[in-house]
Antibody, heavy 119, light 109 residues
């Protein structure tokens, strides 16, 4: 069974930093591209970033480009999101997701971790 | 403004067939497979359709299709537990980004 468990969320002041982690199990992590997707309170789903299986290809939403960094450690079956220069509008539940093979969209989802940016 | 356009709300009665639509363009839906996601009460999303495939555990009353730049999710035999928000998503090669629709709130009357 595919399991994705996010951690690292919490309350941070504007301008601060936070590092999210996603522990993956139940599949060959090194074979799949991975995503971060977020959802602000009362809003829809918003793609944040994607990373290919070997980290060769990395993409970011314009809203986070230059501030967030996605990375992975295939030896540890883990995905990360380093978030710097956080803003109030980054407040959201952040989901880790495994992409499917047939399409560059999420197939499996974690339960999410809440990031609140507030003074 | 989302890259993909979905109805804001759709309703149906138990047992009815409903179809949700997701409209994009040739850079996204016209070129790539589409995923559909169910979200109940802002819990974690669940994939209910992935391209033309029904994920394991999803009832076969869910089906998906695509015609040109519009994708559709059809629920045949609507059940009370289908009441949720539904989102579509695909890749957009002109944006080099994954894009989501704004979501459709499905109400089961």
């Amino acid at each position: 069974e595919v399991q994705l468990v996010e951690s690292g969320g919490g309350l941070v002041k504007p301008g601060g930093s936070l590092r999210l982690s996603c522990a993956a199990s139940g599949f060959t992590f090194s074979s799949y591209s991975m995503n971060w997707v977020r959802q602000a309170p009362g809003k829809g789903l918003e793609w944040v970033s994607s990373i290919s299986s070997s980290s060769s290809y990395i993409y970011y939403a314009d809203s986070v480009k230059g501030r967030f960094t996605i990375s992975r450690d295939n030896a540890k079956n883990s995905l990360y999101l380093q978030m710097n220069s956080l803003r109030a509008e980054d407040t959201a539940v952040y989901y880790c997701a495994r992409e499917g093979v047939a399409a560059a969209v999420p197939m499996d989802w974690g339960q999410g971790t809440l990031v609140t940016v507030s003074s | 403004q989302s890259a993909l356009t979905q109805e804001a709300s759709v309703s149906g009665t138990v047992g009815q067939k409903v179809t949700l639509s997701c409209t994009g363009n040739s850079n996204n839906i016209g070129s790539y497979a589409v995923g559909w996601y169910q979200q109940i009460s802002h819990g974690a999303p669940k994939t209910v359709m992935f391209g033309n495939s029904l994920p394991s555990g999803i009832p076969d009353r869910f089906s998906g299709s695509k015609s040109g730049t519009t994708a559709s999710l059809t629920i045949s035999g609507l059940q009370p537990e289908d009441e949720a928000d539904y989102y579509c998503s695909t890749w957009d090669y002109s944006l080099s980004a994954q894009v989501f629709g704004g979501g459709t709130k499905l109400t089961v009357l």
